[in-house]
């Protein structure tokens, strides 16, 4: 990412898209014998950033407006939709939740799990971390919030071991 002509030694950091570039390259040679490519064996396909951009944010706003008309029962679906569209877009735009809605999408990406099955070079994995990043940074922005939520989970999960009947397991967890 940055000029490599220079004559000094130098980091240089080599760009996502080129590498995926060459990886599509590689895997599209033609095998004569088998009539195939190494992508058709393997499965194998890069996914371009843009792509992987829509799927993070199409994944994230449908987990959110789930979670927020299952706490909230006087909202409207494409209010919601709308807000966090504005939300997960990369602006200076204010965020148009109320401090209650703030704190339940801090406690919606505390719960939240992601799956990539097709665990391929972990774009989409790296993609959603990034954008849960950039929205926690909007709703919370001192991570008081967050820091509140993580020590309630640490205090509940240190009563659950002092719980636990067996020694050696207690002294584990």
Not at 2 to 8: C, L, R
Request: aromatic residues 8%.
């Amino acid at each position: 990412t940055i000029h490599e002509n220079t004559p000094i030694e130098e980091e240089v950091a080599l760009d996502p898209e080129l590498l995926g570039k060459v990886f599509e390259n590689l895997l599209a040679s033609y095998n004569p014998e088998t009539e195939t490519t190494a992508r058709k064996q393997t499965g194998s396909f890069y996914t371009p950033r843009e792509i992987v951009n829509y799927m993070v944010d199409e994944s994230l706003l449908a987990y959110f407006t789930d979670y927020l008309l299952k706490k909230q029962i006087d909202s409207i679906k494409e209010d919601i939709e709308e807000k966090l569209k504005n939300l997960l877009s990369y602006t200076e735009a204010p965020t148009l939740f109320t401090p209650l809605q703030n704190r339940l999408i801090v406690e919606a990406i505390s719960q939240i799990k992601i799956l990539d099955p097709a665990c391929g070079s972990g774009a989409f994995p790296m993609g959603i971390l990034h954008k849960l990043v950039y929205v926690l940074g909007k709703v919370d922005k001192d991570n008081i919030v967050w820091r509140e939520i993580q020590k309630q989970k640490a205090i509940a999960e240190t009563e659950e071991a002092f719980n636990i009947g067996n020694k050696l397991e207690r002294e584990e967890k």
